[in-house]
Protein backbone atom coordinates (compact mmCIF):
# COMPACT_ATOMS: atom_id res chain seq x y z
CA UNK A 1 0.00 0.00 0.00
CA UNK A 2 2.86 2.47 0.75
CA UNK A 3 4.70 2.08 -2.33
CA UNK A 4 2.07 3.39 -4.70
CA UNK A 5 1.88 6.53 -2.68
CA UNK A 6 5.93 7.09 -2.17
CA UNK A 7 5.97 6.28 -6.45
CA UNK A 8 3.21 8.81 -6.67
CA UNK A 9 5.11 11.48 -4.46
CA UNK A 10 8.13 10.97 -6.21
CA UNK A 11 6.87 11.44 -9.36
CA UNK A 12 5.00 14.42 -8.60
CA UNK A 13 8.20 15.97 -6.71
CA UNK A 14 9.91 15.72 -9.83
CA UNK A 15 7.31 17.18 -12.87
CA UNK A 16 7.10 19.62 -9.81
CA UNK A 17 11.07 20.68 -10.44
CA UNK A 18 11.31 20.40 -13.70
CA UNK A 19 11.47 22.58 -16.45
CA UNK A 20 8.94 24.46 -18.50
CA UNK A 21 8.63 22.77 -22.25
CA UNK A 22 9.33 26.46 -23.39
CA UNK A 23 12.77 26.69 -21.31
CA UNK A 24 13.86 23.23 -22.57
CA UNK A 25 12.82 23.89 -26.35
CA UNK A 26 16.00 24.01 -28.51
CA UNK A 27 15.81 25.29 -32.07
CA UNK A 28 18.64 23.11 -34.12
CA UNK A 29 19.58 26.14 -36.40
CA UNK A 30 22.32 25.55 -39.38
CA UNK A 31 24.35 28.47 -40.55
CA UNK A 32 27.65 28.76 -42.73
CA UNK A 33 30.45 30.96 -41.09
CA UNK A 34 32.40 32.26 -44.22
CA UNK A 35 30.31 35.03 -45.38
CA UNK A 36 30.83 38.34 -43.56
CA UNK A 37 28.78 40.44 -42.17
CA UNK A 38 26.22 37.98 -42.42
CA UNK A 39 28.60 35.09 -40.79
CA UNK A 40 32.09 34.53 -39.81
CA UNK A 41 34.22 33.45 -37.29
CA UNK A 42 35.87 35.74 -34.70
CA UNK A 43 39.82 35.49 -33.83
CA UNK A 44 38.50 33.51 -31.40
CA UNK A 45 36.48 30.88 -33.48
CA UNK A 46 33.37 32.07 -32.38
CA UNK A 47 30.34 32.90 -34.91
CA UNK A 48 29.64 36.32 -35.33
CA UNK A 49 27.39 38.87 -38.24
CA UNK A 50 23.88 39.80 -38.53
CA UNK A 51 22.77 36.08 -39.58
CA UNK A 52 23.89 34.68 -35.88
CA UNK A 53 22.50 38.06 -34.25
CA UNK A 54 19.37 38.21 -35.95
CA UNK A 55 18.76 34.42 -34.94
CA UNK A 56 19.33 34.79 -31.25
CA UNK A 57 16.99 37.47 -31.20
CA UNK A 58 14.61 35.29 -32.89
CA UNK A 59 15.10 32.84 -30.01
CA UNK A 60 14.86 35.19 -27.30
CA UNK A 61 11.43 35.96 -28.91
CA UNK A 62 10.71 32.64 -28.75
CA UNK A 63 11.67 31.73 -25.36
CA UNK A 64 13.87 29.04 -27.09
CA UNK A 65 17.26 28.12 -26.52
CA UNK A 66 19.40 28.66 -29.91
CA UNK A 67 21.92 25.84 -30.99
CA UNK A 68 23.93 26.48 -33.91
CA UNK A 69 25.12 24.28 -36.05
CA UNK A 70 27.67 25.17 -38.72
CA UNK A 71 28.23 23.58 -42.42
CA UNK A 72 28.77 24.26 -45.65
CA UNK A 73 25.85 26.35 -47.59
CA UNK A 74 25.36 23.93 -49.73
CA UNK A 75 24.78 21.65 -47.45
CA UNK A 76 21.68 23.35 -45.54
CA UNK A 77 19.02 22.27 -47.54
CA UNK A 78 20.07 18.58 -47.58
CA UNK A 79 20.45 19.10 -43.69
CA UNK A 80 17.17 20.37 -42.79
CA UNK A 81 15.16 17.23 -44.95
CA UNK A 82 17.15 14.95 -42.92
CA UNK A 83 16.49 16.11 -39.62
CA UNK A 84 19.53 16.73 -38.76
CA UNK A 85 18.72 20.90 -38.04
CA UNK A 86 15.51 22.67 -37.33
CA UNK A 87 16.29 26.02 -39.58
CA UNK A 88 18.88 27.19 -42.03
CA UNK A 89 19.71 30.94 -40.86
CA UNK A 90 21.96 31.90 -43.66
CA UNK A 91 21.01 34.41 -45.87
CA UNK A 92 19.17 32.03 -47.95
CA UNK A 93 17.31 33.64 -51.18
CA UNK A 94 13.19 33.18 -51.13
CA UNK A 95 12.62 31.30 -54.53
CA UNK A 96 10.49 29.31 -56.34
CA UNK A 97 12.27 26.86 -57.09
CA UNK A 98 13.69 26.76 -53.39
CA UNK A 99 10.28 26.86 -52.49
CA UNK A 100 9.65 23.18 -53.71
CA UNK A 101 11.93 21.84 -51.45
CA UNK A 102 11.85 23.57 -47.89
CA UNK A 103 9.59 26.30 -46.65
CA UNK A 104 10.17 30.03 -45.77
CA UNK A 105 9.25 32.38 -43.27
CA UNK A 106 8.37 35.63 -45.22
CA UNK A 107 11.68 37.74 -45.52
CA UNK A 108 14.10 39.42 -43.04
CA UNK A 109 16.24 41.21 -45.20
CA UNK A 110 16.80 42.11 -49.13
CA UNK A 111 19.93 42.54 -51.15
CA UNK A 112 20.88 42.54 -54.99
CA UNK A 113 23.37 40.96 -56.66
CA UNK A 114 26.56 42.54 -58.45
CA UNK A 115 30.07 41.60 -60.68
CA UNK A 116 32.99 43.11 -58.99
CA UNK A 117 36.08 42.91 -61.45
CA UNK A 118 39.48 45.33 -61.70
CA UNK A 119 38.86 49.02 -61.03
CA UNK A 120 37.92 50.41 -64.17
CA UNK A 121 36.91 47.41 -66.77
CA UNK A 122 34.38 47.59 -69.55
CA UNK A 123 31.60 45.55 -69.00
CA UNK A 124 28.47 45.32 -72.03
CA UNK A 125 24.97 45.59 -69.99
CA UNK A 126 24.48 41.99 -71.33
CA UNK A 127 28.13 41.03 -70.54
CA UNK A 128 28.57 39.68 -73.99
CA UNK A 129 32.41 41.01 -73.97
CA UNK A 130 32.98 39.21 -71.10
CA UNK A 131 33.22 35.67 -73.69
CA UNK A 132 36.33 33.88 -72.72
CA UNK A 133 36.59 35.45 -68.69
CA UNK A 134 36.77 33.43 -65.32
CA UNK A 135 34.06 34.55 -63.06
CA UNK A 136 33.48 32.66 -60.03
CA UNK A 137 30.41 32.12 -57.79
CA UNK A 138 29.35 30.64 -54.84
CA UNK A 139 28.12 26.98 -55.09
CA UNK A 140 24.21 26.53 -55.19
CA UNK A 141 23.25 30.10 -54.53
CA UNK A 142 21.08 32.26 -56.71
CA UNK A 143 23.77 33.72 -58.22
CA UNK A 144 25.49 30.59 -59.65
CA UNK A 145 21.79 29.59 -61.26
CA UNK A 146 21.88 33.11 -62.76
CA UNK A 147 25.33 32.69 -64.01
CA UNK A 148 24.69 29.83 -64.97
CA UNK A 149 21.61 30.78 -67.34
CA UNK A 150 22.72 33.49 -68.27
CA UNK A 151 26.76 34.22 -68.57
CA UNK A 152 27.53 30.16 -69.22
CA UNK A 153 25.49 30.71 -73.22
CA UNK A 154 27.77 33.58 -73.83
CA UNK A 155 30.83 32.02 -73.55
CA UNK A 156 31.99 32.70 -70.03
CA UNK A 157 33.67 30.32 -67.73
CA UNK A 158 32.03 29.99 -64.60
CA UNK A 159 34.67 28.49 -61.88
CA UNK A 160 32.13 27.40 -59.12
CA UNK A 161 33.46 27.27 -55.11
CA UNK A 162 32.48 26.63 -51.82
CA UNK A 163 32.41 29.93 -49.74
CA UNK A 164 33.03 33.57 -51.26
CA UNK A 165 36.19 33.88 -49.16
CA UNK A 166 37.83 30.98 -51.31
CA UNK A 167 36.68 33.32 -54.81
CA UNK A 168 38.49 36.46 -53.40
CA UNK A 169 41.31 34.67 -52.57
CA UNK A 170 41.63 33.04 -55.70
CA UNK A 171 40.40 36.52 -57.44
CA UNK A 172 43.65 38.50 -55.59
CA UNK A 173 46.00 35.63 -57.03
CA UNK A 174 44.49 36.25 -60.79
CA UNK A 175 43.32 33.23 -61.10
CA UNK A 176 40.16 34.76 -61.95
CA UNK A 177 38.93 38.05 -63.72
CA UNK A 178 35.70 38.64 -61.48
CA UNK A 179 33.71 37.33 -58.92
CA UNK A 180 29.31 37.49 -59.20
CA UNK A 181 28.32 37.55 -55.24
CA UNK A 182 25.12 39.32 -53.61
CA UNK A 183 26.02 43.42 -53.23
CA UNK A 184 26.48 43.29 -49.66
CA UNK A 185 28.69 40.83 -48.42
CA UNK A 186 30.74 41.35 -51.77
CA UNK A 187 31.10 45.11 -50.74
CA UNK A 188 31.25 44.90 -47.64
CA UNK A 189 33.72 41.51 -47.33
CA UNK A 190 35.47 42.35 -49.75
CA UNK A 191 35.58 45.84 -51.31
CA UNK A 192 36.06 47.69 -48.32
CA UNK A 193 38.27 45.39 -46.91
CA UNK A 194 42.49 45.87 -48.08
CA UNK A 195 42.13 43.18 -50.32
CA UNK A 196 39.64 44.10 -52.55
CA UNK A 197 41.68 47.33 -52.75
CA UNK A 198 41.86 48.03 -57.19
CA UNK A 199 38.49 46.52 -57.72
CA UNK A 200 34.64 47.80 -58.16
CA UNK A 201 31.42 46.90 -58.84
CA UNK A 202 31.08 46.51 -62.53
CA UNK A 203 28.30 46.08 -65.22
CA UNK A 204 24.77 46.58 -63.60
CA UNK A 205 22.79 45.08 -60.56
CA UNK A 206 20.98 42.06 -60.58
CA UNK A 207 17.68 43.13 -59.57
CA UNK A 208 15.48 40.18 -61.35
CA UNK A 209 13.01 38.27 -58.87
CA UNK A 210 13.70 35.23 -60.88
CA UNK A 211 17.22 35.38 -59.43
CA UNK A 212 17.51 37.72 -56.36
CA UNK A 213 13.69 36.02 -55.41
CA UNK A 214 11.96 38.06 -52.44
CA UNK A 215 14.86 38.69 -50.56
CA UNK A 216 16.82 36.12 -47.62
CA UNK A 217 14.35 34.09 -45.48
CA UNK A 218 14.39 31.18 -42.60
CA UNK A 219 14.07 27.46 -44.11
CA UNK A 220 12.84 25.16 -42.80
CA UNK A 221 11.30 21.23 -43.40
CA UNK A 222 8.69 21.22 -45.65
CA UNK A 223 4.91 21.14 -43.95
CA UNK A 224 6.21 22.57 -40.71
CA UNK A 225 3.52 25.39 -40.84
CA UNK A 226 4.09 25.77 -37.40
CA UNK A 227 7.53 26.54 -36.87
CA UNK A 228 7.08 29.34 -39.85
CA UNK A 229 4.47 31.02 -38.28
CA UNK A 230 6.41 31.24 -35.02
CA UNK A 231 9.53 32.45 -36.74
CA UNK A 232 7.25 35.30 -38.88
CA UNK A 233 5.52 36.45 -35.63
CA UNK A 234 9.01 36.67 -34.13
CA UNK A 235 10.52 38.67 -37.13
CA UNK A 236 7.55 41.38 -36.47
CA UNK A 237 7.75 41.32 -32.99
CA UNK A 238 11.86 42.32 -33.12
CA UNK A 239 11.71 44.93 -36.22
CA UNK A 240 8.63 46.47 -34.41
CA UNK A 241 10.24 46.59 -30.91
CA UNK A 242 13.42 47.81 -32.32
CA UNK A 243 15.78 44.49 -31.25
CA UNK A 244 16.52 44.24 -35.24
CA UNK A 245 17.20 47.83 -36.08
CA UNK A 246 19.48 47.89 -33.24
CA UNK A 247 21.33 44.77 -35.02
CA UNK A 248 21.28 46.23 -38.22
CA UNK A 249 23.08 49.30 -36.98
CA UNK A 250 25.61 46.92 -35.68
CA UNK A 251 26.79 45.84 -39.55
CA UNK A 252 25.39 48.31 -42.14
CA UNK A 253 24.90 51.88 -42.71
CA UNK A 254 21.57 51.71 -44.38
CA UNK A 255 18.08 49.84 -44.09
CA UNK A 256 18.63 46.81 -45.65
CA UNK A 257 15.12 44.87 -45.06
CA UNK A 258 13.97 46.49 -48.47
CA UNK A 259 10.45 47.68 -49.40
Known sequence: MKTPSLLAALALSLFAAAPSFAAEKTLRIGIEAAYPPFAFKTADGAISGFDYD?????????????QWTEQEYD?????????????ALSSITITEDRKKSVDFTHKYYFTSARLAMKAGSQVDDDFANLKGKRI???????????VTAELVPKGIEIVR??????IFMDLVAGRLDGVFADTIPLEQGFLETPKGKGYGFVGPELKDPRYVGEGAGIAVRKGNAELVAQLNAAIDAIRANGEYQKIQAKYFKSDIYGD
Open 161 to 166: YTSNEE
Open 136 to 146: GVQRATTTDRY
Open 54 to 66: IGNALCAQMQVKC
Open 75 to 87: GLIPSLKVKKIDA
